[in-house]
């Protein structure tokens, strides 16, 4: 089990360092950050002391080297739109795209489960038919096409949710949030149905083909046999033996419901950094830009990370194969 966590630690660091690359090379070489500063007026002197202070006349790897230390310590620069540090933008927005990315992952697990095992039991019916059919649309249409059709249908035709925004918000601790306010339970309902929809189908349709192969082997003939109970031998036998491949894609899913808020925030303008980063791309913002791009980079690494050792749990085989690669 040592050896396999040295190893994804090792992965994920250079993950991270190849993901800060890249920001970096954002951050560097996408447009003229003295431009962007100081304008096309600035004189001669203004440019080379910003440059001085900057630190970009020295070489690339210094700079570079930089920019990591200043990302372990959360610093990402000052943004060109707002003149306010990248970081204090985040940390101001970031709890409204976890609070979604959240509602969204529990709507499409909860849901996603639930579904395959019925569609698997009952594979014959015409609700499972139904379903599966239905399940298509949430893998055909694009995130904002379902979101404008969520709109059109529960905020303009019925009136029952609103369209737009996070509704009221209050404050627990250093965290704001909306779920504890009726306006913003009512405000994340469009906006995390839409999110995990995709996500959603994906699992729901994983878990019943993996849960039709479980019940085809041998020990689930024995523990009927046994006499154990149908709903035993669903969840405690059958379930577990699907969860693997079921944590490796819901895994994966839940980092893209982050990195794809994007769309989702935008449709239904949700204050998060999804929202900022569109923003940002439309100023030319490069530190929000680079600084968004490092964040969902680390949150797909953690992410991984917390899978991969979830396989322990769920399997315990693993812990007898320490070169064991199964996982991401």
Not at 62 to 85: D, H, K, L, M
Not at 94 to 112: I, Q, W
Not at 120 to 134: D, E, K, L, P, W
Not at 196 to 209: E, K, P
Request: charged share 15%; aromatic share 12%; glycine share 8%.
């Amino acid at each position: 089990m040592l050896i396999i966590l040295l190893r994804r630690l090792y992965q994920a660091i250079f993950v991270l360092l190849l993901v800060a690359l890249i920001s970096f090379c954002i951050f560097r070489f996408v447009g003229n950050p003295v431009d962007n500063i100081l304008g096309q007026e600035a004189t001669v002197e203004d440019r080379n002391e910003l440059i001085d202070r900057m630190g970009l006349d020295d070489p690339v790897i210094v700079q570079y080297g930089r920019f990591i230390w200043n990302a372990v310590r959360g610093e990402f620069g000052i943004s060109y739109r707002t003149a306010e540090p990248v970081s204090a933008l985040i940390a101001e927005r970031l709890p409204a795209t976890l609070e979604l990315a959240f509602v969204s992952a529990f709507f499409a697990l909860f849901f996603g489960v639930i579904l395959g095992v019925y569609t698997a039991v009952r594979r014959q019916g015409f609700s499972a038919h139904f379903i599966m059919t239905a399940s298509l649309v949430g893998v055909s249409l694009p995130t904002f096409l379902i979101g404008v059709l969520l709109i059109w249908l529960f905020a303009v035709e019925l009136g029952w949710l609103p369209s737009f925004g996070r509704g009221d918000t209050i404050m627990i601790g250093a965290w704001e949030t909306g779920l504890f306010t009726i306006s913003g339970l009512k405000s994340i309902i469009l906006p995390a149905v839409t999110l995990g929809l995709y996500q959603m189908t994906l699992i729901m349709r994983l878990v019943r083909s993996e849960m039709l192969e479980v019940l085809r082997q041998d020990f689930i003939k024995f523990a009927r046999a046994r006499g154990l109970t149908e709903r035993m031998i669903l969840f405690r036998h059958a379930l577990k033996n699907t969860l693997v491949p079921v944590t490796t894609v819901a895994g994966l899913q839940i980092g893209s419901i982050v990195a794809f808020a994007i769309i989702t925030e935008t449709v239904f303008q949700w204050p998060g950094v999804g929202l900022m980063f569109i923003n940002a791309v439309y100023f030319v913002d490069v530190p929000v830009m680079s600084a968004y791009l490092l964040l969902v980079g680390t949150l797909f690494v953690i992410i991984n990370f917390i899978v991969d050792m979830l396989y322990f749990l769920i399997d315990p085989r693993i812990k007898q194969d320490p070169l064991n690669r199964g996982g991401s």
